[in-house]
Structures are given as C-alpha cells and as structure tokens.
C-alpha cells in the first residue's frame, strides 16, 4: 500500500510538469546567403485559435537584421495547412524584407539592412506582404 501511495504522488507530481513545459524550437543554422547569426532579443509566441503555433525570434549578421518563426510540431500535427510569413518591423509598424511560406516548417525573413534603426521580428499566420485583418501577428521586444 505505501509503495502505491508514493507512485500516485510521484506521477502527481510529474502530470503538471509535463503540462507547463512547452516544446523548444530550434532554430535552422543560418538564413540563406548569412553563415553567421546570432538571436537579439526574447522570443515571441504565436497563438492562434488558442494553442502554440510558432516561435518568432530575431537575429542579426552579415550586415542585415532577420525575423524566423519555427511552427511547432504540435500544431504541425494537428493541422494539415497553415500560412506563415515572417518580416522585420521598423518604427513599430513599417514591415521590411517579409518572406511567406505555405506548410513551411521553419521561414527565415529574407534580411533587411536595418541594423542602424530600432527592429522588432514579427511573425504571422497569413500570406502576406503584410498582416491582414483575422490574421494573428506577434512582434518579438524593440532591439536598437
């Protein structure tokens, strides 16, 4: 009996764990044309229709600034279609370099010459060039 007692409170224990840890996303290596970026700034999550769809994170190398948004395997697997665009925002609204995919895994933005100007990534779930009403966009946190 105590050894079924300490299994319950053990896998008590474990269930919220396992709940609260989101999956981690990776990102790709480089943009194409870019062998060295580095992340600046948090990461952003992508909610739509109230589950986790990507991680939108920005970096910055070879002279440019890039937006990337990884779509989870969660909601890749629980959705056989999806938009995806991801941009670099300037000014807090003016949307640079956006680059759109369809069932895309993973978007790298295709690099704007912004490194001198305060930057956001954003991403969202559309076709773009911009965020159209009923889509949902996130924007990382203002880099300068």
Same mark, same amino acid.
């Given at each position: ?18 709940? %609260? ?6 990102? *790709? !290596?480089?943009?194409? @044309?870019? #062998?060295? /970026? ?39 697997? %629980? ?6 665009? *991801? !941009?670099?925002?300037? @000014?807090? #609204?003016? /949307? ?49």
């Amino acid at each position: 009996m105590r050894i079924l007692t300490k299994i319950a409170a053990v896998a008590a224990l474990a269930v919220p764990a396992l709940i %609260a840890v989101p999956g981690t996303a990776q990102a *790709a !290596a480089t943009p194409s @044309g870019c #062998s060295s /970026v580095t992340q600046i700034g948090s990461t952003a999550y992508l909610n739509v229709g109230g589950e986790t769809m990507a991680s939108v994170k920005q970096y910055k190398g070879c002279g440019k600034n890039y937006s990337y948004v990884y779509v989870w395997q969660g909601y890749r697997s %629980a959705h056989s279609s999806w938009d995806v665009c *991801a !941009a670099i925002v300037t @000014g807090g #609204s003016h /949307v640079q370099d956006p680059r759109c995919g369809h069932n895309d895994v993973e978007i790298w933005s295709f690099g704007a010459d912004t490194l001198s100007e305060c930057t956001q990534a954003l991403g969202w779930n559309g076709t773009g060039p911009i965020p159209y009403s009923g889509e949902v966009a996130v924007k990382t946190d203002v880099r300068c």
